[in-house]
């Protein structure tokens, strides 16, 4: 046996080597951390999307305390509590017409599932047995268990895992910056729609269960945004082959400038939309899948659905996600999100003006991506042996930074960085992430100069 110093050790030891060393964290403050030898970071991913509020929030605090001393725990298949009622009627209201309901679960993976699972039961009680196929994109994300995993089209994650997964059926992502040559963004979307629905056919309407997307990715894209055709057509489809719709919206809901990234589009809304990553803030874990009155009203009436896991609506959690809500409605932190986020978007465009590697731009509200290129004229992707995006975040973190971003699906879609700042950034934070990310590019640069990976 090990010396006890020796033992558990951090969830690290699990990882695979990094180049990027993953510093030891012993506080944070607003949106910066602090590690162990007194190095302090800008945190630019909100952790991974997740920290909105900020730390050590006390309206949040609080509510866990005292719902933990009024009630800490009761089974939700034994039992009822307010702090689930509290909790999704604000989200509902949150989420507007559409989605009366909420189920709640503890993470996106698990709530991804949810939502297909509760789909499927209607589907199966409703005398359509055989719809059960799912349909996602390439690229993709939508999780870490088995079966959000088969409908990931992430092939970084999922090469050992085989037929463990039951793959979904894959098409095109409705990608704007890597799209097919020749076309605009509108021409790409309506092409990559077209792929879905061809999909649907050769699947036949009759075994299609759900069509599930990221309307704005994550990722698996590095923030590419579905365009406003897209969306229209996908829905259309969905609707024309009794298709379900869902959004995965476990990193866009709430981020986008909008509490859903649905919101930008009123008349293409899903019938599902999956919420997670910042409805708990980092405090608790906690998600949700949001549907309809209607569609629920039908599930009840052909049986129900009797899925749960252990600590769904979590009254602890629920009590923290009410608060954390609060806190974003009261602040007014969504809109400050669509505030900064076109600032932040202001700065990584002019940068992109300032370095050649930076071929594309995008994103929505903060979630903004960068993809940084060989060549802006042909989009060449850096090889794999230069791997920038990983070299480009170690000297980041020299510059006090830390930044999100890898190569997509081995390379196959380029290599992005990504932003998904705490929604209380302010405009100096904006000001200082931007003045160091130049000083990060300018190292780069010289770098991938002198090692002869760029022409002069
Ligand atoms: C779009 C999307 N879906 C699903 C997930 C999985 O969520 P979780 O890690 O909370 O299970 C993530 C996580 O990054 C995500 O970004």
Same mark, same amino acid.
């Given at each position: 046996?090990?010396?006890?110093?020796?033992?558990?050790?951090?969830?690290?030891?699990?990882?695979?080597?990094?180049?990027?060393?993953?510093?030891?964290?012993?506080?944070?403050?607003?949106?910066?951390?602090?590690?162990?030898?007194?190095?302090?970071?800008?945190?630019?991913?909100?952790?991974?999307?997740?920290?909105?509020?900020?730390?050590?929030?006390?309206?949040?605090?609080?509510?866990?305390?005292?719902?933990?001393?009024?009630?800490?725990?009761?089974?939700?298949?034994?039992?009822?509590?307010?702090?689930?009622?509290?909790?999704?009627?604000?989200?509902?209201?949150?989420?507007?017409?559409?989605?009366?309901?909420?189920?709640?679960?503890?993470?996106?993976?698990?709530?991804?599932?949810?939502?297909?699972?509760?789909?499927?039961?209607?589907?199966?009680?409703?005398?359509?047995?055989?719809?059960?196929?799912?349909?996602?994109?390439?690229?993709?994300?939508?999780?870490?268990?088995?079966?959000?995993?088969?409908?990931?089209?992430?092939?970084?994650?999922?090469?050992?895992?085989?037929?463990?997964?039951?793959?979904?059926?894959?098409?095109?992502?409705?990608?704007?910056?890597?799209?097919?040559?020749?076309?605009?963004?509108?021409?790409?979307?309506?092409?990559?729609?077209?792929?879905?629905?061809?999909?649907?056919?050769?699947?036949?309407?009759?075994?299609?269960?759900?069509?599930?997307?990221?309307?704005?990715?994550?990722?698996?894209?590095?923030?590419?945004?579905?365009?406003?055709?897209?969306?229209?057509?996908?829905?259309?489809?969905?609707?024309?082959?009794?298709?379900?719709?869902?959004?995965?919206?476990?990193?866009?809901?709430?981020?986008?400038?909008?509490?859903?990234?649905?919101?930008?589009?009123?008349?293409?809304?899903?019938?599902?939309?999956?919420?997670?990553?910042?409805?708990?803030?980092?405090?608790?874990?906690?998600?949700?899948?949001?549907?309809?009155?209607?569609?629920?009203?039908?599930?009840?009436?052909?049986?129900?659905?009797?899925?749960?896991?252990?600590?769904?609506?979590?009254?602890?959690?629920?009590?923290?996600?009410?608060?954390?809500?609060?806190?974003?409605?009261?602040?007014?932190?969504?809109? $400050? *999100?669509?505030?900064? =986020? &076109?600032? @932040? %978007?202001?700065?990584?465009?002019?940068?992109?003006? +300032?370095? !050649?590697?930076?071929?594309?731009?995008?994103?929505?509200?903060?979630?903004?991506?960068?993809?940084?290129?060989?060549?802006?004229?042909?989009?060449?992707?850096?090889?794999?042996?230069?791997?920038?995006?990983?070299?480009?975040?170690?000297?980041?973190?020299?510059?006090?930074?830390?930044?999100?971003?890898?190569?997509? $699906? *081995?390379?196959?879609? =380029? &290599?992005? @960085? %990504?932003?998904?700042?705490?929604?209380?950034?302010? +405009?100096? !934070?904006?000001?200082?992430?931007?003045?160091?990310?130049?000083?990060?590019?300018?190292?780069?640069?010289?770098?991938?100069?002198?090692?002869?990976?760029?022409?002069?």
């Amino acid at each position: 046996m090990p010396a006890r110093e020796e033992l558990g050790n951090h969830q690290e030891i699990f990882y695979s080597k990094s180049a990027i060393p993953r510093p030891r964290i012993v506080r944070s403050e607003g949106m910066r951390f602090v590690a162990d030898d007194g190095r302090t970071f800008i945190d630019t991913n909100a952790g991974a999307a997740v920290a909105n509020i900020g730390p050590a929030n006390e309206r949040v605090l609080q509510a866990m305390v005292e719902q933990g001393r009024r009630m800490t725990f009761s089974y939700v298949r034994f039992s009822r509590h307010d702090p689930n009622v509290e909790l999704t009627a604000r989200i509902a209201e949150l989420a507007g017409p559409g989605f009366e309901r909420v189920h709640l679960a503890n993470d996106g993976s698990e709530a991804n599932e949810m939502a297909i699972k509760l789909l499927r039961t209607l589907a199966y009680q409703v005398g359509k047995p055989a719809k059960r196929k799912v349909i996602s994109l390439y690229p993709s994300y939508h999780g870490g268990t088995l079966a959000t995993m088969g409908w990931s089209g992430d092939s970084d994650y999922t090469a050992p895992y085989g037929d463990l997964m039951v793959p979904s059926t894959k098409v095109p992502a409705p990608l704007t910056y890597r799209r097919p040559a020749g076309t605009t963004v509108d021409e790409a979307a309506l092409e990559a729609a077209g792929h879905l629905e061809r999909a649907i056919l050769e699947l036949g309407p009759d075994n299609v269960l759900a069509f599930i997307m990221e309307p704005v990715g994550g990722t698996a894209t590095g923030a590419n945004v579905a365009p406003a055709a897209y969306l229209k057509a996908v829905r259309e489809i969905c609707t024309r082959h009794d298709v379900f719709l869902v959004f995965d919206e476990v990193m866009s809901a709430t981020r986008t400038g909008t509490f859903l990234a649905a919101h930008h589009q009123p008349d293409a809304l899903p019938d599902a939309a999956v919420i997670a990553k910042g409805l708990g803030a980092g405090y608790v874990p906690l998600a949700a899948v949001a549907v309809s009155e209607e569609l629920v009203d039908r599930l009840r009436a052909s049986g129900g659905f009797d899925l749960s896991h252990t600590y769904n609506a979590n009254p602890i959690a629920c009590a923290a996600g009410c608060a954390v809500l609060d806190e974003m409605t009261d602040r007014k932190l969504i809109e $400050n *999100g669509a505030v900064m =986020g &076109e600032e @932040l %978007m202001a700065g990584l465009r002019g940068l992109a003006e +300032r370095w !050649e590697i930076i071929g594309d731009v995008r994103g929505r509200g903060l979630m903004l991506g960068l993809e940084l290129v060989a060549d802006r004229e042909t989009k060449a992707a850096f090889s794999a042996e230069e791997n920038v995006s990983a070299e480009f975040r170690r000297i980041a973190m020299d510059n006090g930074l830390l930044i999100g971003g890898r190569r997509l $699906n *081995g390379g196959a879609f =380029g &290599e992005y @960085l %990504m932003m998904t700042p705490a929604l209380i950034i302010t +405009r100096t !934070e904006v000001d200082e992430i931007i003045e160091r990310l130049d000083t990060t590019f300018a190292k780069l640069t010289e770098q991938l100069h002198v090692l002869g990976h760029l022409s002069a």
